[in-house]
């Protein structure tokens, strides 16, 4: 059974940069099945797809996010992260890691999800 | 990059029957059969209910059905039963791109 968990910081200065791990269990990200997906959802709102990247590296962005993000992937310890850069309060969100099956995507597993919120 | 079109709200009696709609344009919806829908109770994450229009994954009840015409996909859920009642988001493959409905939140009467 595969299973996803998102790690970080709970709280975030405005300005400074948002970073999560998502580490995945029970599959590889190896996998060329799959993409490997951040998305968000702000309290009280819904959701955002944020991002993916695939085991070899490429990736591919929300356009009105994509000068502040940056996902990466490490295949060596099973885990990819994500990278928000010049957070405001518009950010705070719950934050989630998604398995997207390739090759039009549909998100299969999920995470448990954390909250990020950005305050002084 | 648009977000997909949903009613804000739908509702039926246990039961009956109800659709849900979801718009888009021939970018993302009306462009590929990659529409899939998700169910999300309060605190929880989201949960896959339809892949690829209208394929169910194993353990959804078969109470729960997609299908798309042209730019507009629709789930409907049929013998509504308490448990039902929840958030719904469908989203499409866009072109390297995923997008998401604004959700609609489905109460059961």
């Known amino acids: 059974q595969v299973q996803l968990q998102e790690s970080g910081p709970g709280l975030v200065k405005p300005s400074q940069t948002l970073s999560l791990t998502c580490t995945v269990s029970?599959?590889?990200?190896?996998?060329?099945?799959?993409?490997w997906s951040w998305i968000r959802q702000p309290p009280g709102k819904g959701l955002e797809w944020i991002g993916y990247i695939y085991y070899s590296g490429s990736t591919y962005y929300n356009p009105s996010l994509k000068s502040r993000v940056t996902i990466s992937v490490d295949t060596s310890k099973n885990q990819f992260s994500l990278k928000l850069s010049s957070v405001t309060a518009a950010d705070t969100a719950v934050y989630y890691c998604?398995?997207?099956?390739?090759?039009?995507?549909?998100?299969?597993?999920w995470g448990q999800g954390t909250l990020v919120t950005v305050s002084s | 990059q648009s977000a997909l079109t949903q009613p804000p709200s739908a509702s039926g009696s246990p039961g009956q029957s109800v659709t849900i709609s979801c718009t888009g344009t021939s970018s993302d919806v009306g462009g590929y059969n990659y529409v899939s829908w998700y169910q999300q109770h309060p605190g929880k994450a989201p949960k896959l209910m339809i892949y690829e229009v209208s394929k169910r994954p194993s353990g959804v009840p078969d109470r729960f059905s997609g299908s798309k015409s042209g730019n507009t996909a629709s789930l409907t859920v049929s013998g509504l039963q308490a448990e039902d009642e929840a958030d719904y988001y469908c989203s499409s493959y866009a072109g390297s791109y995923k997008v998401f409905g604004g959700g609609t939140k489905l109460t059961v009467l």
């Open positions: 029970g599959g590889s990200i190896s996998s060329g099945d799959y993409y």
């Open positions: 998604a398995r997207d099956y390739v090759p039009g995507g549909h998100f299969d597993y």
